[in-house]
Each structure stands twice: as structure tokens, then as C-alpha cells.
């Protein structure tokens, strides 16, 4: 059998988020994304069997069913034989954790997908790889390419370069949020903000401007999510405090490492049943 490679696969936030409208099945949203130094860690080997296997071990593990994105892709890529027959072995050690709006699932298999690529595994247009990601999971394109970026209404992603690393504390309390039941409740549609591409969008000035649609849903649903909010909030040093995706993670912006450090201590004091971890964006 031919040796693992290694893969790492990083969490995505939205540091904001606006619903704009909705088509016949989705709901059409821009946002402003970043990837965090959190990552899951991917190996993936060629095997001589007559099936793929897939085993995800780690902390976030237990919830992962046999149906899961990655194993959507590689049916998919079955499907299409755009493997050539060709069996993997997938291990994956989850440290994201689910229904968090970290986006932990579509990046395992937008990770796995990017470097069956690269290694030249398959071959693929832009426009077949964008209609195989958009069939696993709406945000798994974003992560072919993990970087600062603006989700237009449209589809399109308008990659951002040199912004400044923010340091974060990442808040997951102790119950998730199914993206799906989340985006049910959204009842009005914002105004698209996002139309020219400026890296103005990703200082805390313009942040601060801007919300998560979703986020007052969540904290109208979960009371103890809106205690978490307001506790973070009055943390000294705070810069930012919003929502990912459609929850249930919280994210703690700070100017320095040191700050979320400190602010990491006091949140494990006063929650101890709530994941959180100093991270910060790439």
C-alpha cells in the first residue's frame, strides 16, 4: 500500500453574514470569510480494495454518521469515475467541532478534494469542480482555496490578500445548531452591502457596521446563548463579539493573543461545560 499523505483542514468563519434573498431551495447570502490556525488533520492513502474507507477519530468524532460529506464526495466522484476506480483510505482526526458554523465537514471534503487535484488524481474544469462542491455542501468551494475572502450574493468569491491576522477566542457552548432548522426561521431578507471588493469590509471599523442575519435567531432560540454574548461582551480588551455561520460557535475578537488568552481563562471558569480555544485567522 502506498504511504499516508497529510492534510490539514481549517475551520472558516464568517465575520459577517447577510441574507439578501432566496431561491427556489437556497437561501442567497454574502459574507465576509476568514480561516482560523484550527484545523482537522487529514491522512489519505491509495489502497487495493474494492471499497473506500473512511474512520474519523478525535473529540468531535462521536456525532459523525457514515453518511458525511466526505463520504458524499467520493460517492460522487464514483459516480462520475473521475477516480478511475481508485479506493482511498481517509482517516480523519476531527479538532473542529460540529454544528458550530465552523464549517468542520465541508472543509474535509473541500481539503480532500483540493489535493486530489493537486496530486493530479483527478481532472477537473472550474466549472464541474464548482457544481461537485455546491452539490456536497453550499460553502465547500470556499474551501479550495482557504483564504480572506467576500461571498457575493451571486456566487462569486473575491479573494482578499495581505489583512491583517485577528486573534479570536472561539466559544462553542454545549449544544449545537442544525444549519438547516437555522435558516428555516429567516423570515425577511437584508439589502446586499458588498457590491465593490474592498479589504476596508475586514477592519474592525467596518465590522462593527455589519451583523450575522442569523444570529438574532439563535440568540432568540437558545437563552443561554444570549448569556454567553453578553458575558463575552463585557470581557476587558473586547473588540468584536459575532456569531459564525449558523452557530452555535461565538467569536471573541481581540488585538492580541495575550487578551484571548486571558479571556480563554475566564470563560473556563464561569462555563465549564463550553468548548473554547485561542485561534487566529490565516
Not at 472543509?107 to 464541474?128: E, G, P, V
Not at 432560540?221 to 461565538?250: C, D, Q, W
Not at 471573541?252 to 484571548?260: D, M, P, R, V
Request: aromatic content about 10%; charged content about 30%; glycine content about 4%.
Amino acid at each position: 500500500m502506498s504511504r499516508y499523505w497529510k492534510i490539514k483542514s481549517f475551520a472558516k468563519i464568517n465575520l459577517a453574514l447577510n441574507i439578501v434573498g432566496k431561491t427556489s431551495s437556497l437561501h442567497k447570502i454574502e459574507s465576509l470569510i476568514s480561516f482560523l490556525n484550527l484545523n482537522d488533520d487529514i491522512f489519505i492513502r491509495e489502497i487495493n480494495k474494492k471499497k473506500h474507507q473512511i474512520k474519523f477519530t478525535g473529540k468531535f468524532s462521536d456525532e459523525i454518521g457514515e453518511k458525511n460529506t466526505v463520504s458524499k464526495l467520493l460517492e460522487i466522484l464514483d459516480k462520475k469515475d473521475l477516480l478511475k476506480n481508485k479506493k482511498y483510505e481517509i482517516k480523519i482526526i476531527k479538532n473542529i467541532p460540529n454544528k458550530a458554523g465552523l464549517g468542520g465537514g465541508s472543509m474535509n471534503a473541500a481539503s480532500i478534494l483540493k489535493f486530489l487535484i493537486k496530486k493530479q488524481k483527478i481532472k477537473i474544469n472550474k466549472k464541474r469542480l464548482v457544481k461537485i462542491s455546491n452539490f456536497i455542501g453550499s460553502d465547500v468551494i470556499l474551501g479550495i482555496r482557504p483564504k480572506n475572502s467576500i461571498l457575493k450574493s451571486n456566487g462569486d468569491i473575491k479573494h482578499i490578500s495581505k489583512i491583517e491576522s485577528k486573534k479570536v477566542l472561539v466559544v462553542k457552548p454545549d449544544f449545537g445548531c442544525s444549519t438547516e432548522k437555522i435558516y428555516s426561521k429567516v423570515k425577511k431578507f437584508n439589502k446586499s452591502q458588498f457590491h465593490k471588493i474592498d479589504k476596508y469590509f475586514f477592519t474592525y471599523p467596518a465590522l462593527e457596521k455589519l451583523n450575522n442575519d442569523l444570529e438574532l435567531i439563535v440568540l432568540r432560540k437558545y437563552p443561554k446563548f444570549k448569556i454567553l454574548k453578553a458575558f463575552l461582551e463585557k470581557l476587558p480588551n473586547i473588540k468584536l463579539v459575532r456569531m459564525t455561520g449558523s452557530g452555535s460557535a461565538m467569536i471573541a475578537y481581540f488585538s492580541s493573543s495575550k487578551f484571548c488568552k486571558q479571556a480563554e481563562k475566564k470563560v473556563n471558569e464561569n462555563f465549564k461545560k463550553y468548548w473554547c480555544i485561542t485561534a487566529k485567522t490565516i
